[in-house]
């Protein structure tokens, strides 16, 4: 008997989930993704049975989820989840670099100066997403880099003396 069948006689996706029907099976019968998620299906089998990026996060299936199951992160970004939800979700920061997310939008997610860094992204860059001379110098950054961003000498005097500062005390 299908599933299909099944689900026509009245049974819950549960007791189809518990029938060892397939995931596949499961959305041939005409469920949901959210439906098979509470019959106890996993991320990885609902991708396989062919559920989409966006009936998966339709459904309540984090970035994170989605790219530990093992989905490129292109295929996310291009199914609309955002930068800052796949860089908290765990998204490699270079690849997110690379496909077009700004600094700006990478601090919004909590990545630190140094991870922007690290990711190739310059000082101005990280300037106009709001870091300040103190985070920049911490992230590794020299004076020199961000006199040439265009800090002033002042604020690289207050910023790096307050940085400074901090650092040192216990």
Known sequence: VSAKKM????????????????????????????N????????????????????????????RELIKAGLPIEKL?????????LARGGADISLLKDMGCSAKELRAAGISAAELKKA??????????????AEMVQAGYSVAELKA??????ELMNKVTQFSYIVTQP
Do not use: H, P, W
């Open 77 to 85: 970004k291009n199914a609309g989840l955002g930068c800052t939800a």
């Open 7 to 34: 689900r026509e006689f009245g049974c819950s996706g549960k007791s189809i989930r518990m029938g060892g029907y397939t995931a596949g099976e499961f959305k041939d019968a005409g469920f949901t993704a959210a």
């Open 120 to 133: 190739g992204f310059s000082t101005k860059e990280l300037q106009a997403a709001g870091y300040s001379a």
């Open 36 to 63: 098979a998620l509470c019959a106890g299906y996993q991320t990885k089998e609902l991708i396989t049975a062919g559920f989409s990026v966006s009936e998966l996060v339709n459904a309540g299936v984090s970035a």
């Open 149 to 154: 961003a265009g800090f002033t000498a002042r």
